[in-house]
T-cell receptor, first 111, second 111 residues
Framework: GAGVSQTPSNKVTEKGKYVELRCDPI?????LYWYRQSLGQGPEFLIY????????DSGLPNDRFFAVRPEGSVSTLKIQRTERGDSAVYLC?????????FGQGTRLTVV | RKEVEQDPGPFNVPEGATVAFNCTYS??????FFWYRQDCRKEPKLLMS???SGNEDGRFTAQLNRASQYISLLIRDSKLSDSATYLC????????????FGQGTILTVHP
């Protein structure tokens, strides 16, 4: 399909482990966003890329979180030393115009 | 103060009712405004952009008041299928391109 693709759709990991979440944006979209959403809350901004560079990473909660987009297309969100509080749905979106389109998210559960 | 604040909800209305949601934003430099819809355990989907002159799409009308930093969404003739969470989204301000979401307002339309 032509939409934003996120993998895996679900990830269960043990506390302290490292995880990588992948986002494949809509072809040609220069902007890519990562958000985190907990139950009953709106999406919380993490980081935003324009091309390969992080235009705004002010939402990353701490240095355990890192994201890359080396070729200006696919992006990976990396979480080190996962904690139970990291459990949430991680949403990726891409955009060419102001409107952004979301993938279905990765549901991360840290046990 | 949160950057984007929405009516707390939830709203429970009968089919055919008219319902209005409000949203305020704190950053006067914000440039683009949107309403997204999110169904349970799904990703947010763009419902409509909001323009200064106001805009309408079928049963949905969006209004923007820049002076009051206020956005609204009106749904007429509510359908059961309108039941969802409605998210107010603001783009720009200090970080152009960054989308900031409100916490969402839950709408339930009942027969």
């Amino acid at each position: 399909g032509a939409g934003v693709s996120q993998t895996p759709s679900n990830k269960v990991t043990e506390k302290g482990k490292y995880v990588e979440l992948r986002c494949d944006p809509i072809s040609g979209h220069t902007a890519l966003y990562w958000y985190r959403q907990s139950l009953g809350q709106g999406p919380e901004f993490l980081i935003y890329f324009q091309g390969t560079g992080a235009a705004d990473d002010s939402g990353l909660p701490n240095d355990r979180f890192f994201a890359v987009r080396p070729e200006g297309s696919v992006s990976t969100l990396k979480i080190q030393r996962t904690e139970r509080g990291d459990s949430a749905v991680y949403l990726c979106a891409s955009s060419l115009s102001p409107e952004a389109f979301f993938g279905q998210g990765t549901r991360l559960t840290v046990v | 103060r949160k950057e984007v604040e929405q009516d707390p909800g939830p709203f429970n209305v009968p089919e055919g009712a008219t319902v209005a949601f409000n949203c305020t934003y704190s950053n006067s430099a914000s440039q683009s405004f949107f309403w997204y819809r999110q169904d349970c355990r799904k990703e947010p989907k763009l419902l409509m952009s909001v323009y200064s002159s106001g805009n309408e799409d079928g049963r949905f009308t969006a209004q923007l008041n820049r002076a009051s930093q206020y956005i609204s969404l009106l749904i007429r003739d509510s359908k059961l299928s309108d039941s969802a969470t409605y998210l107010c989204v603001v783009n720009g301000g200090t970080s152009y391109g960054k989308l900031t979401f409100g916490q969402g307002t839950i709408l339930t339309v009942h027969p």
